[in-house]
């Protein structure tokens, strides 16, 4: 029948050799045998056949003619022949038996295993496949023959129904630890998320846009907590299905498994904690936004009322002082600006239409005249006081010369400017004095400036 898997075929050279004639001095010399003789000759095959499996030494060897050996050759492969249909009929109905049986010797347990979790099968499926492979592994064992004699031959089953069957509970549980395993990775999942939504929750934020952010993700947790709970039934059908099929599961497990169903529980005292703190934290920020409006309005009506009295500073003597209110205002402004910036930022956050003035704009615009009268003004008293007492070394004609004539052009134009403000004529007029006072000086700065001069001129 051929060698069967798990045993070594049979080797022919290790049996030792024989012969079926008796030990005897009375061979046949010319090299015919009778039908007597042959008949004898296999008793005597038979006999020390027997006789040879109790310890002896195995069939003696005689020489004899070819055709004699011949003869008894073919008798034994009749009788081997002759013995084969018992065998060959029972390999044949266990090929069908293990055909009909989900073919189990040809399946790859592993392959099988990643094919069902690739797949993504229903636990349906699941059952209905663990408990055919359970069913066939109890039917194999159920098979009450275990050795059958046939003649000359005898068949064994008992080592190929303990494989069939290990290879049968094998693959069941494959299928039970695949199910296992995608239970202990979703609830490592949901841990995970639970775990995550309830340390979100536990946040403090500081400033409006965290706490706007971290009241859209309380009001999206809801769904996440469906989500999530959908999961958890999941792993309970899974938990109940393998506690059907009989399926041990480690105490780990089991522990991550309690931890799960506990975590909807613990986390929504939390949820709802948050939710109130940053409804009340939310309202705070409203009255203090609104707080901040009316301040940016306040300090915006101060703002507006000092470059309005701007116009008024008409004392030449305070001018330094003015470029001092100039700059200030200025800063002013700009910060007033990134301020509704800001407010509008945080009205944004809370839904809020966002406050729109355009006044600051126009007030750092309508402050650049002054700041430019007040700069001219104060650069011009500064630097024909330097000029006057400072050292003349230091003086160069040509700049001097081009200073005095571009301050006298804008003081001219100041003074057409400001015609109509009393105040701001002041200044300006006081800057062209200037100027005009000191122009007669410039052809004695050039001449004692001048880099020719020598010791020997002023001998």
């Not at 500064?382 to 004539?405: F, M, R």
């Amino acid at each position: 029948a051929g060698p069967c898997e798990g045993f070594p075929p049979l080797d022919t050279s290790a049996l030792p050799a024989y012969s079926p004639f008796s030990d005897s001095d009375d061979l046949p010399t010319d090299g015919q045998v009778s039908e007597e003789q042959i008949l004898l000759d296999s008793m005597s095959i038979s006999t020390q056949l027997f006789e040879a499996c109790d310890g002896s030494n195995g069939l003696k060897v005689v020489k004899t003619e070819e055709d004699s050996i011949v003869s008894t050759k073919e008798r034994v492969r009749a009788v081997l022949a002759a013995n084969m249909d018992g065998p060959r009929k029972v390999v044949e109905r266990y090929d069908r038996f293990v055909h009909d049986t989900m073919n189990l010797l040809s399946i790859d347990p592993y392959k099988m295993g990643e094919e069902y979790k690739q797949a993504n099968h229903p636990l349906e499926l699941y059952q209905d496949d663990i408990e055919k492979f359970r069913k066939a592994a109890e039917d194999v064992l159920e098979v009450s023959v275990n050795d059958v004699n046939m003649g000359l031959f005898v068949v064994q089953t008992e080592p190929v129904k303990r494989g069939i069957a290990a290879k049968a509970v094998q693959m069941a549980e494959i299928l039970l630890a695949q199910i296992l395993a995608q239970n202990v990775e979703e609830m490592n999942e949901i841990q995970m998320r639970f775990e995550a939504m309830n340390s979100r929750a536990m946040e403090k934020p500081k400033e409006s846009h965290e706490m706007k952010a971290l009241k859209v993700f309380l009001e999206q947790c809801p769904k996440e907590q469906g989500q999530l709970h959908a999961k958890i039934l999941s792993v309970a059908r899974r938990m109940n299905f393998l506690h059907d099929l009989g399926k041990e599961v480690p105490d780990d497990d089991m522990l991550l498994n309690t931890k799960t169903y506990m975590w909807p529980d613990k986390v929504q005292p939390t949820i709802d904690v948050a939710m109130e703190r940053i409804v009340s934290q939310e309202e705070r920020m409203e009255d203090g936004l609104r707080s901040r409006q009316k301040k940016f309005e306040d300090d915006l009506l101060l703002a507006t009322e000092t470059l309005s009295s701007f116009k008024n500073n008409g004392e030449p003597d305070k001018v330094t002082a003015y470029v001092a209110a100039a700059a200030k205002l200025r800063a002013d402004l700009e910060l007033l600006n990134e301020e509704l910036l800001m407010i509008n930022e945080q009205e944004d956050i809370f839904g809020w239409n966002p406050t729109v003035n355009p006044q600051v704009e126009q007030s750092l615009k309508g402050l650049e005249p002054f700041e430019t009268l007040f700069k001219a003004v104060d650069d011009c008293f500064n630097s024909i006081q330097g000029w006057i007492h400072g050292p003349i070394t230091d003086l160069n004609p040509e700049t001097v010369e081009n200073d005095v004539d571009t301050m006298f052009r804008v003081s001219y134009k100041m003074t057409k400017s400001y015609a109509e403000s009393k105040d701001l004529l002041l200044l300006a007029e006081a800057m062209k004095k200037q100027v005009v006072e000191f122009k007669p000086h410039v052809l004695l700065v050039s001449t004692l400036c001048n880099g020719g001069l020598r010791d020997r001129h002023f001998e």
